[in-house]
């Protein structure tokens, strides 16, 4: 098979795999295994986006992707009633209320564990994803576009693990789990 027909299915299979999720979520139920296909199909776009072209074919594939997900959140503005209610006035604890402390320490701590150390953390993980890249015999272009890829996700996603924990301690755990990727890489001499 050509490598443009292989972008053409990952296409597809971006495309398919935004469907499929919009229609398992809009359903009253929500189906586990529409769920699943949906997104194993937009895994499997990304991954036919890399055979077909590297880093070139996952963004070609992502574009097709994120245009048929634009388009399904564009028809549910545009189709969906006006609101009745008013919009809630709640803070959700955001501020203290009057008396409350204020905690400033605290809140400090957490922009720091989730603003800075979580993105040093991505950032070693991205470059262990880039060095394992290289190692595996790929362009340079292609692993370094890997690791740009992968920092932000992976910021992304230790940040969202820290700030769920209820705890400090649970907090620094989740931080402890997220750099056990960077530590193989330097151990193998990979990053230096």
Same mark, same amino acid.
């Given at each position: 098979?050509?490598?443009?027909?292989? =972008?053409?299915?990952?296409?597809?299979?971006?495309?398919?795999?935004?469907?499929?999720?919009?229609?398992?979520?809009?359903?009253?139920?929500?189906?586990?295994?529409?769920?699943?296909?949906?997104?194993?199909?937009?895994?499997?776009?990304?991954?036919?986006?890399?055979?077909?072209?590297?880093?070139?074919?996952?963004?070609?594939?992502?574009?097709?992707?994120?245009?048929?997900?634009?388009?399904?959140?564009?028809?549910?503005?545009?189709?969906?009633?006006?609101?009745?209610?008013?919009?809630?006035?709640?803070?959700?604890?955001?501020?203290?209320?009057?008396?409350?402390?204020?905690?400033?320490?605290?809140?400090?701590?957490?922009?720091? =564990?989730?603003?800075?150390?979580?993105?040093? =953390?991505?950032?070693?993980?991205? =470059?262990?994803?880039?060095?394992?890249?290289?190692?595996?015999?790929?362009?340079?272009?292609?692993?370094?576009?890997?690791?740009?890829?992968?920092?932000?996700?992976?910021?992304?996603?230790?940040?969202?693990?820290?700030?769920?924990?209820?705890?400090?301690?649970?907090?620094?755990?989740?931080?402890?789990?997220?750099?056990?990727?960077?530590?193989?890489?330097?151990?193998?001499?990979?990053?230096?």
């Amino acid at each position: 098979m050509s490598a443009d027909a292989v =972008l053409a299915l990952a296409a597809l299979a971006g495309v398919g795999g935004v469907a499929v999720l919009r229609a398992a979520w809009s359903r009253p139920q929500r189906s586990f295994i529409l769920v699943t296909l949906g997104w194993g199909l937009l895994l499997a776009s990304l991954v036919l986006g890399a055979i077909s072209g590297g880093a070139w074919g996952c963004a070609v594939a992502s574009l097709w992707a994120m245009g048929a997900a634009f388009a399904a959140l564009a028809w549910a503005a545009i189709s969906s009633p006006p609101g009745k209610g008013q919009a809630s006035n709640r803070r959700v604890g955001m501020l203290p209320g009057r008396g409350e402390p204020r905690r400033i320490g605290g809140r400090l701590l957490t922009f720091a =564990l989730v603003a800075v150390v979580s993105a040093l =953390l991505a950032i070693g993980a991205a =470059l262990a994803v880039g060095a394992l890249a290289r190692a595996a015999g790929w362009s340079a272009a292609n692993a370094n576009a890997m690791l740009l890829f992968t920092m932000p996700l992976a910021w992304s996603v230790i940040a969202y693990a820290v700030l769920v924990q209820a705890t400090r301690k649970g907090q620094f755990k989740a931080l402890a789990l997220a750099s056990l990727p960077t530590w193989p890489a330097l151990a193998l001499g990979l990053l230096t």
